[in-house]
């Protein structure tokens, strides 16, 4: 499967972004979706998750309550809207793909088969 994650920019700590990952080349619900973000010299980090059906989902604590991941199997995407953005929230942030619904960690980098180029998402302050 190919990823393609959009939807990133430069906005004002308070505001919305939503980023996009579209999906090509295989059957999308196959696959959970995963974004992580990473900042200038720091390692990449998880941000949400959603399962195969998008009835799980799971979020790192420092989004918890702001960002929402959902996915639309018919259109083959996922989607993660950020609300309440902050500073630190600046990254590139990247949506991944895992195949097989066994042993799946949502917020371990090595669970996922698959990666998307990055989007940058800048935060001011």
């Known amino acids: 499967v190919q990823l393609q994650a959009s939807g990133g920019g430069l906005v004002q700590a308070g505001g919305s972004l939503r980023l996009s990952c579209a999906a090509s080349g295989r059957t999308f619900s196959w696959y959970a979706i995963g974004w992580f973000r990473q900042a200038p010299g720091k390692e990449r980090e998880f941000v949400a998750a959603?399962?195969?059906?998008?009835?799980?989902?799971f979020y790192a604590d420092s989004v918890k309550g702001r960002f929402t991941i959902s996915r639309d199997n018919f259109e083959n995407a996922a989607y993660l809207q950020m609300n309440s953005l902050k500073p630190e929230d600046t990254a590139d942030y990247y949506c991944?793909?895992?195949?097989?619904?066994?042993?799946?960690?949502?917020?371990?980098?090595?669970?996922?088969?698959?990666w998307g180029q990055g989007t940058l998402v800048t935060v001011s302050s």
């Open positions: 959603i399962s195969w059906s998008g009835v799980s989902t």
């Open positions: 991944a793909a895992r195949r097989s619904q066994r042993d799946w960690d949502p917020s371990r980098r090595g669970t996922y088969d698959y």
